[in-house]
Structure formats: structure tokens, C-alpha cells
């Protein structure tokens, strides 16, 4: 027998992947007072500024995490070239 919480993939006082992904997207682009306003007014129901606080934060420190272990995308050598070709015709003197 399934019951809704464990179905639908949320804890007491837990937070639904959609809506951390809400939080977090109202979270970064305004104040967290007004993002629980967006969040009352885009979803009928509200959570404390604090609380959206927090999950920004959270998911916040993941990404940044996440990007400062990725490798760069490309790396210059160390040393240059030996000799470097170019030419000249004139009209950009």
C-alpha cells in the first residue's frame, strides 16, 4: 500500500523537486519577500521568506559546487608558439 507521501516523493516538512526548482527561480531573480508573494500568487499557497531563503541557498551552494568541480572547457598550453605566421596588405595600416 503506497501512501501519498512516499507516491508523490515528499517528506513532513519536505520540499517537492518542482517546487525547490520554483523557490530557487523566484528566489534568485527577487527579494525572498517578494518571491513568497510570486509563490502565493502563482501556486495559492505561501512559505515564510525564510524558508525560501534557505532553499536558494541550498540549491545555490549545490550548483556551485557542481560547477567548480567541472574541468575547464578548453586549456591554453603553457608556452606559445615558437613562430607565428602573419601577413599584411596594407589597408589596415
Known amino acids: 500500500m503506497w501512501l501519498l507521501p512516499e507516491a508523490i516523493g515528499v517528506r513532513c516538512r519536505g520540499l517537492s523537486s518542482k517546487l525547490q526548482?520554483?523557490?530557487?527561480?523566484?528566489?534568485?531573480?527577487?527579494?525572498?519577500?517578494?518571491?513568497?508573494?510570486r509563490l502565493n500568487v502563482h501556486y495559492g499557497f505561501g512559505l515564510s521568506p525564510e524558508r525560501i531563503r534557505l532553499t536558494t541557498l541550498e540549491a545555490a551552494k549545490k550548483h556551485a559546487e557542481t560547477l567548480d568541480s567541472r574541468e575547464p572547457v578548453r586549456t591554453l598550453p603553457a608556452t606559445g608558439a615558437e613562430a607565428i605566421a602573419a601577413q599584411c596588405d596594407g589597408t589596415m595600416v
Open 21 to 37: 526548482a520554483a523557490l530557487y527561480d523566484f528566489g534568485i531573480e527577487d527579494s525572498f519577500r517578494l518571491a513568497a508573494y
